[in-house]
């Protein structure tokens, strides 16, 4: 039985290295990179007193309103103004526009911000619950 020298292996094992890849497919180029996905803010966390209002609220983007309009994106939209609810005409004559000011003053006592809205709930009673859903109402934002 005869040895071969290892060397003589090494340079045998590079020839065939270099004839496969002599006749391969020419490499492709690197795919482009991909940007990655954009991430979105969490998801505010509402104050536990919220749990009242979300009985009859959505307050998510796209939901359709259940009893009560969706107050998501409600800071900034003019009160009474979502085409898909039927709003008391009491407020869609109140002339607010909503900031954190006035959904605090609501949620603290509907009937005295808006006399003859069709809300059933007679409001926060302490300022700063309502205060708390105030500022989270502001949050919801697209």
């Known amino acids: 039985m005869s040895l071969v020298p290892v060397h003589r292996l090494a340079v045998a094992g590079a020839a065939l290295v270099a004839a496969a890849c002599a006749t391969a497919a020419p490499a ?15 998801a505010p966390t509402p104050p536990a007193d919220f749990a009242v209002c979300s009985a009859c609220h959505e307050s998510t983007a796209g939901a359709r309103p259940s009893l009560g309009p969706n107050l998501f994106g409600v800071g900034g939209r003019k009160a009474g103004s979502l085409a898909d609810y039927d709003y008391s005409d009491a407020m869609k004559a109140s002339g607010i526009t909503w900031t954190a000011d006035t959904l605090q003053a ?12 069709k809300m059933d709930y007679p409001g926060a009673g302490d300022p700063a619950t309502a ?10 934002k697209p």
Do not use: C
């Open 28 to 42: 492709q180029p690197p795919a482009a990179a991909q940007p990655p996905a954009p991430t979105l803010p969490p």
């Open 106 to 117: 609501f949620v603290l006592d509907p009937a005295k911000t808006v006399p003859g809205n």
């Open 131 to 140: 205060k708390a859903i105030a500022d989270y109402l502001m949050s919801l």
